[in-house]
């Protein structure tokens, strides 16, 4: 039977099977769970901003985690379904890795799916402990096939995750038949992509832009395209192509419409690229916040709760219907709309005067 190279809803490339980590990744269902930005492998490409390289931090999702209830926060409030633990090297701390993973199963459950990026060839024992908290896949990002052969002789869905980097495909196919013949279950291909941190890298390796619209890498779709069609012909494993657009337009945007809706204030109204869209009034110092608030809900018959306190961002917030009928009637105050993602730092897209 000859298999198919498909293209998937996201806008993937797949041969086989997408490895569950992946699809949950996809609808926006999984925490990433930040575990430390160190790292030894020093790789040119390496994206991670300079918050977080080299630095051992630990974030869920766009939150700094300073206490477990972080992390439980985080995925509750976009119901997460599996978590990602990611770096960095997330080994290079074994014990916080190995303490997240039983930590993640106790709390939400043996059907919360973990999967794991890991950069280093772990002992037997180590690969054992993961196993037995609960992990439930492991992608390695290596050139080598003896980590992947430990870990599928634990028993661990073992897969590995390189950047499709131009060029790179006869190295890729030659390195795809071992995995192959070893039993690998999976292998991902990321369309390699310019970040703020790698782009000198790339630039002076001679790797240009997509295009004018992309931060993908030129030939790295093309690489991926030649390791597929060899698969296809050659191999059993699954084999998925991810690029560069899946990662905003559907991961990211699923993700955030996932949180919105669950996280929506009454007065802030979900847009359809997972954005929360409000009112605002700006200006006033945190001492009169409370002053101007119950002034605005006397003189124009509000409810308390047409009019939320953002004591965080020295602002008061409401609907923005509201914004734009009060902004008639209370021409000393600035009302802007606002909209913000739904994340902790609630980074502000667009900010729109009313005058």
Known sequence: MVRKIRLTRAGSLLLGRMPEGCRLCVKGAKLVLFVTGLCDRGCYYCPLSE????RDVVYANERPVRRWADVVREALEMDALGTGL???SPTLRFNRTLRFVRMLKRDFGRDH???LYCCEDLSLSRLRALYRAGLDEIRFHTWSVEPVKKALEIGLNTG????????????????????DSVGCAFVNLNELEFSDTNATNLLRRGFRLKSDTSMAVKGSESAARKV???????????????????????????????????IAKPHEEVTEEGLLYKGVILGISKKQLPHVRRKLILRHRLRPSDIFLDQEKSRLELHWKQALRLAKLEPSLKFALVEEYPT?????????PLS
């Open 51 to 54: 918050k977080r390289r080299n």
């Open 160 to 179: 590995v995750e390189l950047p499709a980097i131009p060029g790179s495909a006869d190295r890729l196919i030659k390195f795809l038949e071992k995995l």
């Open 86 to 88: 990611t770096g960095g």
């Open 113 to 115: 799916h973990i999967h």
């Open 228 to 262: 597929l069609e060899w698969a296809k012909a050659n191999t059993e494993m699954s084999v998925h192509f991810c690029p560069s657009s899946l990662k905003d337009a559907v991961q990211l945007k699923n993700r955030l419409l996932r949180k919105a809706l669950r």
């Open 344 to 352: 902790y730092d609630r980074l502000e897209t667009t900010v729109s």
